[in-house]
């Protein structure tokens, strides 16, 4: 899960915490949490912010991919670390997570970021393709 970790925590300016005990970390920017992940069942765990539309068709694709954990079911997926999931299309979903809650940000704290980083490191898309 270091791996997880590490990615997580390498996007821009997002810190980690445990506002719920020691067992589940959450992963913030600004103050806005964009993945939460710990153990349950055994398993390790992790929710992430998503498109609904895409939340859906992710639970179809992966059975690894369920409705957030205690979290808006429409707005939030839970990954199972079963092995079944590519680790490039966790680092998509972490990606796309982490540029929804940056999207959803005040524009002064969009823009605080957007002025510091690229949209390849805030969105996981080139400037050309980004519409923020």
Sequence with gaps: MQVVKQYLLSKP???EGYPFGIDIAVYKVKKKMFATLGIR????NMNLKCDPEQAMM?????DAVIPGYHMNK???N?????G???SGEIERMID???GLVVRGLRKVERLQ????YSDLDLYGVSAATCNH
């Design 113 to 116: 970021l957007e002025t510091r």
């Design 78 to 82: 839970t990954i199972v670390f079963d």
């Design 58 to 62: 992710l639970r179809d694709v992966f």
């Design 74 to 76: 429409a707005h939030w």
């Design 84 to 86: 079944s999931i590519p």
């Design 96 to 98: 796309h997570s982490y």
């Design 41 to 44: 069942n055994g398993l390790w």
């Design 13 to 15: 300016e997002a810190f």
